[in-house]
């Protein structure tokens, strides 16, 4: 029993082995008893080891069981009998039964099935150690079953058959982008077992024969169409989730989504194509057809494009092996019923009763008889061949009308799929509709309110203006009043002081009539006294009485004159009279304007009053609200650098944090670059500080201190990894002093950025220290960078003619010593010797040649890019400009010199006899190399259409000619000496063989352990020669550039 079964057993309740006959009980015990068995027969008949595919009606039956129980506790009790791990051919019908029931049983399948997860997973190891027939099939199908299981546990929204609308793909995702992120890397990695299995199944069949119409190929092809169903839907549903996504997230964020989606979609694209043109497939399933280029997620309306693939199986198709007889017995009826009729229009009637009643036929004989029986054989035989010939027809009609009704009815499901399609995305474009209208309602309410509350504001702004009118108008008024006001009391008081006057006048009048009463009151009794003097006299003196009346008249014409003074005194009296009453009325009335130009007066100013302090509160809540705007402006503007110096806190935390990974130590840096990032990282520093100040001057602004903050991070992070990678490349004690300083420096550098998210020490923040550590960095990158190569730069124009002139000199000074060598040679040397020192040496003499040709060329082409670039200014300025592809070109002509002079002696030393051929080939190599650096370093600036530059390519391919000359003129040396010096074992005797055997074999393996050495010595030269000429040349600072 293998390990699945062992353990399978442990489930509870299993069926045994054989299902006898029960004791009599009830009739559910009796209906369970024939249910199992009937579930045990099917599960037997479809999970076999026949190489046939399983048959549509027993996997029905275990797909109706598991709806029948509501699980899949008799399939696995079945199951668990069986010995999968024995045979892979049960194995593989066992994955696609299983399929089967995960797709279309009952839900609670999956939740049976869970347990035997681990199983599953040990089989597929165990299956996967065979590399021939179903072994690899199984192991990968048992995967993905594996796979299907976590997908549909992880998300039990979707079922098993992968069904689902839109709606529900979204609810699936509960409106959140990082759910949907994480559905869409499942559905890529279900899709990736999905066509795993397909291109594997694909890869183990011919295809260079009709594998799909053997019973063999069917077994491999049947589960592919559960698969083609899975990978339809899949393949719908992440083009959904992937426009969904780039609609909420950036689309550099997506990428390895898109690369992931585009492999996928070629694969599923070519398996389609491939299943559709199978025999197998196109009586079984519809297979849809992927659109030629995939969707582009970068521009939103192509999810209206996008065609979901629908998969279509017809009803006969899903039953191959079902299919109905009764169409070939009524063919047969109708045959026979045919040739009948046929029968009796040639014999007659009598013959269709009885066609062989000879003897009722008179006048025939036997002759006769034979002849009629030969013609009634010949017309059966035309009959049955015109009768095989019609059922044939009749067959291949009926074929053609099952096809088109396949195809129509395969039609008609896409088109119900289409229209059910459709009456979800109207049903989706209505809720959307409904959603927009109610959206468009809100917007025109918070539109309407909009309004209003602007129709307020201005009216609110129009009755301020009118109150601010009104108000200056007030004050003019109060103003115009206060003035009225001034002349009214004025008037009141020059009218007082007339009506003090008229008093006055009065006063004077009535003292003066009071005077001249009493004086005509003292005249009229002097004049009493007068005439009572003249009576007396009278009487005494008639003589005087002329005198008297003389008097008397006189004193008559005085008392006249006086009453008429006194008639004019009352007259004037009573003018006085009535000019005081005018006064007292024109004072009354001046009172009466008065008292009421001061009741205005009062009532305007407690309006006035009113107003004032209506405008005064309406200011009052304008500035409160302007001042809760600012607070608020102020608290947003606050948690926007909080969040950046959070982030950027964060970013120099990651730095400080990658120091200690093992992976950054093989990171290495040049002390120039350090200093150009320290540098970078100061400016950005000093900038810092002042949008620090400015925001400290208005707390409403943070623009310009953002970004600051930002750059600040991101140089201080590149300072310290920089500094880092420095270090490694640094003596021990500089590098430990620069590491300690990077650290000070970020830890400086988070506590300056932690300052400014608390509200109460962003005042105090200071990023002083932080460039102060900066300093010391420089200080000590100073102190690191390499003193080699430090050559003035007005001295580069002529160190670069010196060390050409010096590399023609050296190859001319390699070219005479070759003609030197050789002519020794020929002197000396006889034979096969001499043919070999002359055939390489005649060959150096030719690379000698091939690189003069080159240097020249290169003089002529940096003369060129000299003339060219350098403008109005000297060929040593231009160099000093270019200082770095100039020590390029510089290094390359040393180069170049050096490997004609090593060259010249190692063939030297093998004319001799005393070197290596090796040597001589290595040599020749460096050559080459120096020569295409030398090359690479003056067309740099050179224009791709130069002549010059065109000879210079043609010079180096002479060189490349003449290194192969080089080296298969020395191979070809050492083989002749070689086989001149070949061993002979004649003499030997078997022990002697023996044992040069034994140290040849020692040789050879010391030899190859030298070999290995010698590689892995030569591999670390290479990296340190490449480390040192980086470091000299600049080339990870020119890369960072």
Known sequence: MDRVSSSMKQVGNPLPKVLGRRAAGGGLEAERESFERAQTVSINKAINTQEVAVKEKHARTCILGTHHEKGAQTFWSVVNRLPLSGNAVLCWKFCHVFHKLLRDGHSNVLKDSVRYKNELSDMSRMWGHLSEGYGQLCSIYLKLLRTKMEFHTKNPRFPGNLQMSDRQLDEAGESDVNNFFQLTVEMFDYLECELNLFQTVFSSLDMSRSVSVTAAGQCRLAPLIQVILDCSHLYDYTVKLLFKLHSCLPADTLQGHRDRFLEQFRKLKDLFYRSSNLQYFKRLIQIPQLPENPPNFLRASALSEHISPVVVIPAEASSPDSEPITDLVEMETASQSLFDNKFDDIFGSSFSSDPFN???Q??????????????LYREIGALKEELESFKAENERRTLQLRGRISELEAELAEQRHLKQQALDESEFLRTELEELKKQREDTEKAQRSLTEIERRAQANEQRYSKLKEKYSELVQNHADLLRKNAEVTKQVTVARQAQGDVEREKKELEDSFQ?????????????????ETLKQELAASKQELQVLQG?????????????????DLEQERDSLSRAAERHGEEMAAL???????QDTLSSEKESSKKELETLQTQLQDKESMERTLRRRLAEEQFALLQGSAREAERMVQDALSRLEDPAHISCTGSADYLLSRTLAASECTERLQDAHRKYLSNRTDVSSLLPCVALFAHLISDTILQGSATSHMAPMEPADRLLEMCK???????????SLQDLDSVEGADCAPVTSCLSRISAIGEELRPRGLDVEQEELGDLVDKEMAATSAAIETAAARIEEMLSKARAGDTGVKLEVNERILGSCTGLMQAIQVLVLASKDLQREIVESGRGAASPKEFYAKNSRWTEGLISASKAVGWGATVMVDAADLVVQGKGKFEELMVCSHEIAASTAQLVAASKVKADKDSANLAKLQQASRGVNQATAGVVASTKSGKSQIEEKDSMDFSSMTLTQIKRQEMDSQVRVLELENQLQKERQKLGEL????????????????????
């Open 744 to 754: 000070q420096c970020g830890s400086e550098a988070t506590s300056y950025l932690s």
């Open 515 to 531: 005077r001249v009463s009493e004086q005509a009151q003292r005249k009229s009794q002097e004049q009493a006294e007068v005439l």
């Open 1022 to 1041: 290479r990296k340190k020669h490449y480390e040192l000429a980086g470091v000299a040349e600049g080339w990870e600072e020119d890369a960072t550039d």
């Open 362 to 375: 008179n006048g025939m004989n036997k002759d006769d008889k034979d002849r009629l029986i030969e013609q």
């Open 591 to 597: 009172r009466a304007e008065l008292q009421q130009l």
């Open 358 to 360: 000879f003897n009722s």
């Open 551 to 567: 008097t008397l008249e006189s004193s008559t014409q005085v008392g006249a004159e006086q009453s008429t003074r006194i008639a």
